[in-house]
């Protein structure tokens, strides 16, 4: 099929490492969003890309988070120095258009991410 | 800033039952609202959606109305099947906002 993707589906790490999850959305979709799901939660907004243009990172917890898409395709979400709080899914959506409130956002299955 | 609400779960019914879930918001201008469904082991997937006051969004046999006037948009469904277990999401979108403000989600059971 051709929706979005992430990998990997589960990552645990202790807690200190760096880790790095990637999305691949659907082609052609201009604009990328990251969201962080913590158990039981409703997904909560990290940041947006408008092809290779970080636009919004308001929702970054820390600056242990970092998130690039150099190429307007693929998108990486790191986070350095992993804390235990930072244990969630993290979830990768795309949409065709650019900033329409109105868009549908597409999402991929998440990486589970568990921090010992 | 942007909030919604929707009524906790679980919410169990039986199959053929009648269902409500329940969503209100607050949001500073006028946006547009989602209802969107994670089945288990799936990723979260757009069920149907509103963009203006009194448009109602419908799919799969799911409706829910855009009423401005009590910001709500719930969920409604006549006959609930066991396919339909799965946690329900209530959404929003502002115009010029990046992404999208979420209610906690409503885990849905449905036995025969």
């Known amino acids: 099929g051709a929706g979005v993707s992430q990998s990997p589906r589960y990552k645990v790490a202790k807690r200190g490492q760096d880790v790095a999850l990637r999305c691949d959305p659907i082609?052609?979709?201009?604009?990328l969003f990251w969201y962080q799901q913590a158990l039981g939660q409703g997904p909560e907004f990290l940041t947006y890309?408008?092809?290779?243009?970080?636009?919004?990172k308001s929702g970054l917890p820390s600056d242990r988070f970092f998130a690039e898409r150099p190429e307007g395709s693929v998108s990486t979400l790191k986070i350095q120095r992993t804390q235990q709080e930072d244990s969630a899914v993290y979830l990768c959506?795309?949409?065709?258009?650019?900033?329409?409130?109105?868009?549908?956002?597409?999402f991929g299955p998440g990486t589970r991410l568990t921090v010992l | 800033g942007d909030s919604v609400t929707q009524m906790e779960g679980p919410v169990t019914l039986s199959e053929e039952a009648f269902l409500t879930i329940n969503c209100t918001y607050t949001a500073t201008g006028y946006p547009s609202l989602f209802w969107y469904v994670q089945y288990p082991g799936e990723g979260l997937q757009l069920l149907l959606k509103a963009t203006k006051a009194d448009d109602k969004g419908s799919n799969k046999g799911f409706e829910a109305t855009y009423r401005k006037e009590t910001t709500s948009f719930h969920l409604e469904k006549g006959s609930v099947q066991v396919s339909d277990s799965a946690v329900y999401f209530c959404a929003l979108s502002e115009r010029g906002a990046d992404g999208l403000t979420f209610g906690k989600g409503t885990h849905l059971i449905i036995q025969p």
């Open positions: 890309f408008q092809n290779e243009a970080q636009l919004d």
């Open positions: 082609s052609g979709h201009v604009s």
């Open positions: 959506a795309s949409s065709f258009r650019d900033r329409v409130e109105s868009d549908t956002q597409y």
